[in-house]
């Protein structure tokens, strides 16, 4: 029968191996946390400032919007020969040849249990 030192006992080990574990994992996060900050602050001191540049004005070409006429025979297009494609695509039929492990296995013990037998017995 467990007394009730014994269980208070048990309480106390489980809670301070938890308490443990959670500090070990939380000074782990702390330190993986510095280095990931140390990292960003060396990489951006490495890096050299960007150098001003004067933005001239330029004139920009807008794109050119399709007319929906041509975009609907370019998608027509793409449509049938991508269906055209889909049809000269055909599965190829295999049949599945049945493994015949089993078999040989089932053949195979049914041989040694009576050579096993015969070996008892003292047929050899």
Do not use: C, H
Not at 19 to 29: E, N
Not at 77 to 102: C, G, H, M, N
């Amino acid at each position: 029968m467990v007394t009730i030192a014994e269980l208070i006992e048990s309480l106390n080990i489980t809670a301070m191996g938890v308490t443990v574990v959670f500090a070990v994992l939380t000074i782990l996060a702390l330190i993986l946390y510095f280095v990931g900050w140390l990292e960003r602050r060396i990489t951006e001191r490495e890096t050299p400032a960007p150098v001003p540049v004067k933005v001239e004005e330029t004139k920009v070409e807008e794109e050119k919007e399709i007319p929906p006429r041509d975009l609907a025979i370019i998608t027509a297009a793409i449509l049938a020969y991508t269906a055209e494609k889909a049809s000269q695509l055909r599965p190829l039929p295999f049949k599945r040849k049945v493994s015949d492990a089993w078999r040989l296995y089932g053949i195979q013990t049914t041989m040694e249990e009576v050579e096993d037998f015969n070996y008892e017995i003292g047929k050899w």
